[in-house]
T-cell receptor
Framework: DGGITQSPKYLFRKEGQNVTLSCEQN?????MYWYRQDPGQGLRLIYY???????QKGDIAEGYSVSREKKESFPLTVTSAQKNPTAFYLC???????????FGPGTRLTVT | LAKTTQPISMDSYEGQEVNITCSHN???????ITWYQQFPSQGPRFIIQ???TKVTNEVASLFIPADRKSSTLSLPRVSLSDTAVYYC?????????????FGQGTELSVKP
């Protein structure tokens, strides 16, 4: 089955710790994205990557970092600099220039 | 990037046709209109996309008037499983690096 996997589904961390969220796709898509969703809100773009070894900041990149060393993988690190990290994190991928993005199941991060 | 406005919530009953209208007064010439559906605690799912006139697929229809300043997503004969949040997005994905801008969406509640 082709698709996007995110792990883990739920993640709990103490304040001040960095945490890395995994995102893997086997759709052979060039572009990958990270979004954040807060309760009752739409999605906001954190980072996106259109090609391996290249990525751009989205609207709310502060406190986050990414890497794109392989086409299939786009991990997101939530650093201790992110002031309000508790949220639902969604990873997506798409073909270049396509309007259809395929989303993973999400990771719900809780920081206390 | 074009801003979109859609109703916060709508109610319907099983078997009815539901029309959700989205306003996008400053849509640009190269912008396409895309709709996504999101169930709670899941990633959004692409429903339909269009540029002008009418587009239909197995799930929904999208009506776009000649001035393209609005669009209407039509869901025929909804069922309880159509209860979800529906997002209208407008943009030129190819030239904006794949960035999708999600608003608050319309929360559709289908009652028996």
């Amino acid at each position: 089955d082709g698709g996007i996997t995110q792990s883990p589904k739920y993640l709990f961390r103490k304040e001040g710790q960095n945490v890395t969220l995994s995102c893997e796709q086997n759709l052979n898509h060039d572009a990958m994205y990270w979004y954040r969703q807060d309760p009752g809100q739409g999605l906001r773009l954190i980072y996106y990557s259109q090609i391996v070894n290249d990525f751009q900041k989205g609207d709310i990149a502060e406190g986050y970092s990414v890497s794109r060393e392989k086409k299939e993988s786009f991990p997101l690190t939530v650093t201790s600099a992110q002031k309000n990290p508790t949220a639902f994190y969604l990873c997506a991928s798409s073909r270049q220039g396509a309007y259809e993005q395929y989303f993973g199941p999400g990771t719900r991060l809780t920081v206390t | 990037l074009a801003k979109t406005t859609q109703p916060i919530s709508m109610d319907s009953y099983e078997g009815q046709e539901v029309n959700i209208t989205c306003s996008h007064n400053n849509i640009a010439t190269n912008d396409y209109i895309t709709w996504y559906q999101q169930f709670p605690s899941q990633g959004p799912r692409f429903i339909i996309q269009g540029y002008k006139t009418k587009v239909t697929n197995e799930v929904a229809s999208l009506f776009i008037p000649a001035d393209r300043k609005s669009s209407t997503l039509s869901l025929p004969r909804v069922s309880l499983s159509d209860t979800a949040v529906y997002y209208c997005l407008v943009g030129d994905l190819y030239n904006q690096g794949g960035k999708l801008i999600f608003g608050q969406g319309t929360e559709l509640s289908v009652k028996p």
